[in-house]
């Protein structure tokens, strides 16, 4: 069977092999032929704090391909050999909300995260540490960028911790304002901000 993310039809971002793992693409989204995917994923129980829970596919597909309209804006789908492993974006922290919420440097991008669900074989030791190295790759050496910004929920102890473990560093809890403008409506949120400098995640490169 053939690869439908393969290149030439999908050209990479960014690739990385993961030593045990394979070899993961970064693929600009396709609001359209993604939309099946992601509809699965964001429709679990273990998605809620992704905020898309009960969307239909239809709109899950418009929220995308509204979003690739930005030009501060990046959705990503991250595939390991042929399979997707994640939903990846990547913003301009200065352009989104949470750039009102602490002092922006230069240098700064910000990262939402939704990983895959366990396949068939359930979960992989040290499966989701090495897609965060792949994605820190991705953000800060591939895009020269100095620290990268993440905002999950306070609630998502989970997440919080995951991201710690991989080098974070816990900066302040804040309120994310609401948003209702046209075509984007995004409820307040309270989040815990966490970073992740170049020289903290790749020293040898910083």
């Excluded at 979003?67 to 595939?79: I, K, Q, W």
Aim: glycine content about 8%; charged content about 25%; aromatic content about 8%.
């Amino acid at each position: 069977m053939s690869d439908p993310y393969a290149a030439p039809a999908r050209e990479a971002v960014h690739e990385r092999p993961i030593d045990g793992f394979g070899t993961v693409r970064i693929l600009p989204l396709d609001p359209q032929a993604d939309a099946d995917v992601l509809h699965a994923w964001v429709s679990e129980e273990r998605a809620a704090f992704w905020g898309m829970n009960g969307l239909s596919r239809a709109r899950i597909r418009e929220i995308y391909a509204h979003m690739d309209t930005l030009a501060a804006h990046h959705a990503f789908l991250a595939v390991v050999d042929g399979t997707p492993a994640a939903l990846l974006q990547t913003y301009e922290p200065e352009a989104d909300r949470v750039g009102e919420c602490y002092e922006v440097r230069p240098g700064d991008i910000g990262l939402h995260l939704l990983i895959a669900p366990a396949g068939q074989n359930g979960p992989r030791p040290g499966w989701t540490s090495a897609l965060l190295t792949s994605f820190a790759a991705y953000c800060l050496l591939g895009l020269d960028r100095r620290r990268i910004v993440v905002d999950p929920d306070v609630r998502n102890e989970k997440a919080i911790a995951r991201f710690v473990r991989q080098g974070f560093e816990k900066g302040p809890a804040v309120v994310l304002p609401e948003i209702d403008i046209p075509d984007v409506y995004l409820p307040e949120k309270h989040a815990q901000l966490a970073f992740l400098t170049r020289e903290v995640a790749f020293p040898g490169d910083a």
